[in-house]
């Protein structure tokens, strides 16, 4: 069966063919949403039908991902893929290393294989001491065994900086070396990947109110840096808070409408932090009349919820852990990103997500985040990624709106402070209970103006 390949899959398979004569191991780094397992499935074609290898063994980060690749390769290779009697090889978790049987390693030394690590940098490991347990599996059953081996990686480092199995670094740099690159510059240039427009979201009037027994002060702060490094309150706090939770879905679901004129299924994702605060937004999106579905750890069939996901034309997935590197659903083009986790390795993951496109004109995407420091750095490095002339950080000054939401601010405080006067207890009783940062003394209140200011890093 032949497959149409993009010139960057073409051009990785041809330097394979010739890489595999003379070596054992292949390391390709390509961008997320690029299609690195339709080139791993004509590279394993292409061993196949030359005789070179008589398996394939696949290993990737989640049950999703090897789903993923058991359809690519089933197509691509037109034999039996899978635990099934008879087939040309199998994908499986990397998870499943500590469970498979004895004799599962014996396919490595008594056939001639090919094993394919997707995201490989889940492994770590160039010695026992530096290694986690994937990474020990590789080293001691596969890496000396295994025919050719083929690592795979979107995001090529690890957030601890240990090295890679089957990576090669530099001496004395330390910098991986790669068989193959491809980054998301080309990828965009290339017309391969969808543009990204990263959104930050801040806040320029914020009052924290903090209540003793017998006392109360409010401070005020111009942006959620200023908060979080001068106030009790945690970036975990703020993705809990409702009314930052609605200014960020706001955004997002105004921005899918806007893509739904031209892409009637576009769906978008919402990136949660636990089950509870994944359903704390799903009941948000139900007041404002999105259909939505909610995938978790917990979910029962969550897998089979999102393969139906994919097809149809519900509007948001929200989910915990469940839908990150690799995951294919080609009609997301619209992300929140309101995961607790502020590493570059899983923000540029999530990003991947809403990249891959669907046809020549669908070529942007959009993620919405929260002006965090780290995550304000993680984007304008994204942003430096891509040739100068074409990245613009820009803010949208909208001064009218900003003054009338101050002046509504102080009437609100006025009056806040005034039936704080009257009656003490009855204040208390009409907090909103979701506005509480914390019931441990002092009660710590959020407030916002009505204007959210937006950031908008465009990546052209």
Known sequence: MSTRLRRWQAECLALAKAHYLLHNDLFVQATPASGKTLLAAEITRWLLEEGHIDFVICFAPTREVVAGIQRTFTVVLNQRFGDTLASVGAAYTYQSM?????DFWTLFTEYRTLTIFDEIHHCAGHDPLLSNTWGQKIIQRI????????ALSGTPWRSDDLPIALARYSDPEGKLICDYRYDLKNAIKDGVCRSPRITLIDNPLIRLTEENESTASVRAFSSFKQLLSESPVSYEDLLRHDDILNAVLDLGIDRLNQERNSVP??????VATDIEHAHQIAELLLHKGESYVVVTS???KAHQLIDQYRYNSTRWIVAVSMISEGTDIQRLCVCAYLSRIRTELHYRQVLGRVLRKMGDSDDKAWLYVIAEPLLRKYSQRIADDLPEDQAMLQTQKLRLQLEKARSNQICRNEESRSVEHDNQSTLAKSYNENEMLSVEPPLLTLSFSEYYHHHLLTLI
């Not at 500590?98 to 004895?102: A, I, L, N, R, S």
């Not at 299924?265 to 919402?270: E, K």
């Open 143 to 150: 890496q000396n065994a295994a025919t050719y081996t083929l």
């Open 298 to 300: 917990q979910t029962p």
């Open 98 to 102: 500590e469970y498979h049987p004895e």
């Open 265 to 270: 299924n576009a769906g978008g994702l919402v």
